[in-house]
């Protein structure tokens, strides 16, 4: 019970700053969408690394941790301490420049304005959607799952919040957070939130180490001593070629559409200074000591049912019932934080990138537009509810949505480097990454839903020197060239197709290259 | 030559993060609990702190700042009707 009672404080602080949120509002869209691009340094950070962060980066590390062991860090935590820092310092500054002085909200709405081409933005909108949304749903999942299991009386061994009230106690609380508040509620609730959640790891070692009845070093030399074990605090099971290609998934950060209006939403361009040196420390701070409890659980816990439940476990069995409420509090951090972000993105894009560009703004006004807004926020976050309800035993599906989804938005990198970089890129180069991303991802989808794992799709040459060029892997998911992740095609592909493009259609209009090239203070490097 | 050593510098961090020598390795135990892998890797996350640190110091955009207060003139997204 008392860890459930720490939830809920929480959560009702949450609701409580998007109602002063809400007081201090004004009543346009730069305010609600970006909070009149006014977030100070500090702030920025902590909310832009909120924006990113997820409950995978608490849960699922130290699940992946557990099955495949301390390589995890290296492959998708290390990673982005390499690429995210250096993606917001090259293009989400200049994402921010172009959006201070043009006025853009959104990434489509810099795209359709570089390219003078309405269409080229309608099919980033639709992409860009159809990416987004199992990401949320996926979040709420997230959140009934988390409180679920963190309340489950040790008597009965039920939850006191059954998976359904956990779904909507998170849905409505995010809801209500990006209803009143809008961008200045969730980034308000991010300082808050982040300020947990980077906390949490430290404290729940340091607690968990305390509880244990062996050192951790005794654990450690366990799993190192024994076959069976031995590659969970090695890398001896990891494909070098999946490491390496997870080295292309961070670039999917800046082009999530929430991520781009963090960017948007700063005051100044220097915030961006601490927020790239100090981005790496911070995921060090959380996805270290998850992934070491990870793999610790395995020592202590043994095989357990559902790996991502391994550090629920531990605090469970290790950690005192106030304090799992704290951390379980930190948990619901992550899942808020992003899921906050991710539904005032969605709602963005639809009411600027649908709704007022499609001549809504001038029949209804700009006022009116918040209330559509708001109405969007309400009506996507409980159709998420409902299909997190509903497809709760498959959420599976999801999960490899949003797998498909890190690919796809990676792969889109390319289109917006060329925006802001290569004069000579063009709306039909776009284009073709764009379909050819989106053709791409619905292939995988097919191939994957119609074959087996181990079979191969297309494969040159014969015998033991032929090259498999796409298969299924043993988790069941596509390949390339012998065990590439399908994003290093994706990407390749991508920047050929904006390339040769590009370069085999008319340049865009000259006005247009002086608008994003030629002022002094906007001149990207071309 | 700045843009030169700067380039260089990414390249490196960048090839550093595919350290093979460390596959198969456990040991040595860094503080006595942490596997050589994840200790490297732990370190790693450190360095790409001190490569950001250095780019800003060293090729900041400051162009950029000018937009500072320029401030924004509304929004013009539909200027791209056509």
């Given at each position: 019970?008392i860890?459930?009672?720490?939830?809920f404080?929480?959560?009702?602080?949450?609701?409580?700053?998007?109602?002063?949120?809400?007081?201090?509002?004004?009543?346009?869209?730069?305010?609600?969408?970006?909070?009149?691009?006014?977030?100070g340094?500090?702030?920025?950070f902590?909310?832009?690394?909120?924006?990113?962060?997820?409950?995978?980066?608490?849960?699922?590390?130290?699940?992946?941790?557990?099955?495949?062991?301390?390589?995890?860090?290296?492959?998708?935590?290390?990673?982005?301490?390499?690429?995210?820092?250096?993606?917001?310092?090259?293009?989400?500054?200049?994402?921010?420049?172009?959006?201070?002085?043009?006025?853009?909200?959104?990434?489509?709405?810099?795209?359709?304005?570089?390219?003078?081409?309405?269409?080229?933005?309608?099919?980033?909108?639709?992409?860009?959607?159809?990416?987004?949304?199992?990401?949320?749903?996926?979040?709420?999942?997230?959140?009934?799952?988390?409180?679920?299991?963190?309340?489950?009386?040790?008597?009965?061994?039920?939850?006191?919040?059954?998976?359904?009230?956990?779904?909507?106690?998170?849905?409505?609380?995010v809801?209500?957070?990006?209803?009143?508040?809008?961008?200045?509620?969730?980034?308000?609730?991010?300082?808050?939130?982040?300020?947990?959640?980077?906390?949490?790891?430290?404290?729940?070692?340091?607690?968990?180490?305390?509880?244990?009845?062996?050192?951790?070093?005794?654990?450690?030399?366990?799993?190192a001593?024994?076959?069976?074990?031995?590659?969970?605090?090695?890398?001896?099971k990891?494909?070098?070629?999946?490491?390496?290609?997870?080295?292309?998934?961070?670039?999917?950060?800046?082009?999530?559409?929430?991520?781009?209006?963090?960017?948007?939403?700063?005051?100044?361009?220097?915030?961006?200074?601490?927020?790239?040196?100090?981005?790496?420390?911070?995921?060090?701070?959380?996805?270290?000591?998850?992934?070491?409890?990870?793999?610790?659980?395995?020592?202590?816990?043994?095989?357990?049912?559902?790996?991502?439940?391994?550090?629920?476990?531990?605090?469970?069995?290790?950690?005192?019932?106030?304090?799992?409420?704290?951390?379980?509090?930190?948990?619901?951090?992550?899942?808020?934080?992003?899921?906050?972000?991710?539904?005032l993105?969605?709602?963005?894009?639809?009411?600027?990138?649908?709704?007022?560009?499609?001549?809504?703004?001038?029949?209804?006004?700009?006022?009116?537009?918040?209330?559509?807004?708001?109405?969007?926020?309400?009506?996507?976050?409980?159709?998420?509810?409902?299909?997190?309800?509903?497809?709760?035993?498959?959420?599976?599906i999801?999960?490899?949505?949003?797998?498909?989804?890190?690919s796809?938005?990676?792969?889109?990198?390319?289109?917006?480097?060329?925006?802001?970089?290569?004069?000579?890129?063009?709306?039909?180069?776009?284009?073709?990454?764009?379909?050819?991303?989106?053709?791409?991802?619905?292939?995988?989808?097919?191939?994957?839903?119609?074959?087996?794992?181990?079979?191969?799709?297309?494969?040159?040459?014969?015998?033991?020197?032929?090259?498999k060029?796409?298969?299924?892997?043993?988790?069941?998911?596509?390949?390339?060239c012998?065990?590439?992740?399908?994003?290093?095609?994706?990407?390749?592909?991508?920047?050929?197709?904006?390339?040769?493009?590009?370069?085999?259609?008319?340049?865009?209009?000259?006005?247009?290259?002086?608008?994003?090239?030629?002022?002094?203070?906007?001149?990207?490097?071309? | 030559?700045?843009?030169?050593?700067?380039?260089?510098?990414?390249?490196?961090?960048?090839?550093?993060?595919?350290?093979?020598?460390n596959?198969?390795?456990?040991a040595?135990?860094?503080?006595?609990?942490?596997?050589?892998?994840?200790?490297y890797?732990?370190?790693?996350?450190?360095l790409?702190?001190?490569?950001?640190?250095?780019?800003?110091?060293?090729?900041?955009p400051?162009?950029?700042?000018?937009?500072?207060?320029?401030?924004?003139?509304?929004?013009?997204?539909?200027?791209?009707?056509?």
């Open positions: 019970m860890p459930v009672i720490v939830i404080v929480y959560l009702a602080v949450i609701a409580l700053i998007g109602s002063i949120a809400y007081k201090r509002g004004q009543d346009n869209t730069e305010d609600f969408f970006l909070a009149s691009r006014s977030i340094s500090l702030v920025f902590l909310s832009l690394f909120a924006t990113n962060m997820t409950a995978f980066a608490i849960l699922g590390s130290s699940g992946q941790a557990y099955r495949r062991g301390i390589g995890i860090y290296g492959m998708m935590a290390s990673s982005s301490c390499f690429v995210i820092p250096l993606t917001i310092f090259f293009i989400g500054t200049r994402l921010w420049a172009v959006g201070k002085k043009f006025g853009h909200q959104t990434q489509v709405s810099f795209f359709r304005d570089r390219w003078e081409c309405n269409h080229i933005g309608t099919a980033i909108f639709g992409l860009s959607a159809a990416m987004l949304v199992p990401y949320m749903i996926i979040s709420i999942m997230g959140g009934g799952t988390v409180l679920a299991g963190i309340s489950v009386n040790p008597a009965t061994h039920q939850p006191l919040i059954p998976y359904a009230l956990g779904c909507a106690t998170v849905a409505v609380v809801t209500a957070n990006v209803f009143f508040g809008g961008m200045r509620g969730a980034v308000w609730a991010n300082i808050f939130q982040t300020i947990l959640f980077l906390c949490f790891g430290l404290v729940a070692v340091a607690v968990i180490s305390h509880a244990l009845p062996l050192g951790f070093s005794d654990y450690i030399s366990r799993l001593g024994d076959e069976k074990s031995r590659f969970l605090v090695t890398r001896e990891m494909p070098p070629q999946a490491f390496w290609s997870y080295t292309l998934i961070p670039l999917s950060s800046i082009m999530f559409p929430h991520m781009a209006m963090m960017c948007f939403s700063a005051r100044r361009v220097t915030a961006f200074k601490r927020t790239v040196i100090a981005y790496p420390i911070a995921i060090m701070v959380i996805w270290l000591p998850c992934v070491f409890l990870g793999v610790l659980g395995f020592a202590a816990l043994g095989k357990i049912q559902d790996p991502d439940a391994v550090l629920l476990r531990l605090l469970h069995d290790y950690s005192p019932a106030w304090l799992a409420g704290i951390l379980g509090a930190g948990i619901i951090s992550a899942v808020m934080g992003s899921d906050a972000h991710q539904v993105a969605m709602s963005t894009m639809f009411t600027k990138d649908v709704f007022a560009h499609y001549g809504g703004r001038e029949k209804f006004g700009e006022h009116r537009a918040v209330h559509f807004a708001r109405g969007f926020i309400v009506v996507v976050t409980l159709i998420a509810y409902l299909v997190a309800l509903k497809l709760k035993e498959k959420h599976g999801f999960e490899i949505a949003v797998r498909y989804a890190f796809g938005f990676a792969a889109m990198s390319p289109v917006m480097v060329a925006a802001l970089f290569w004069k000579r890129s063009t709306k039909w180069g776009a284009l073709a990454a764009t379909l050819f991303v989106a053709a791409f991802l619905v292939w995988t989808a097919f191939m994957q839903s119609t074959h087996k794992a181990g079979d191969v799709l297309w494969q040159i040459g014969a015998g033991a020197d032929a090259l060029v796409f298969f299924l892997n043993p988790t069941g998911d596509v390949a390339f012998n065990g590439y992740m399908t994003v290093v095609p994706m990407v390749l592909g991508s920047i050929l197709c904006v390339l040769l493009v590009s370069l085999a259609t008319r340049p865009p209009s000259q006005a247009a290259i002086d608008k994003y090239f030629d002022t002094a203070s906007s001149r990207p490097a071309a | 030559m700045k843009e030169f050593l700067l380039f260089l510098l990414i390249a490196l961090v960048y090839l550093a993060h595919q350290d093979l020598w596959w198969g390795k456990s040595p135990l860094v503080f006595g609990f942490l596997p050589a892998g994840l200790a890797h732990a370190g790693y996350s450190v790409c702190a001190v490569m950001m640190a250095v780019l800003v110091k060293a090729a900041w400051k162009r950029l700042e000018t937009e500072e207060n320029a401030g924004g003139d509304g929004d013009k997204d539909s200027a791209a009707r056509s």
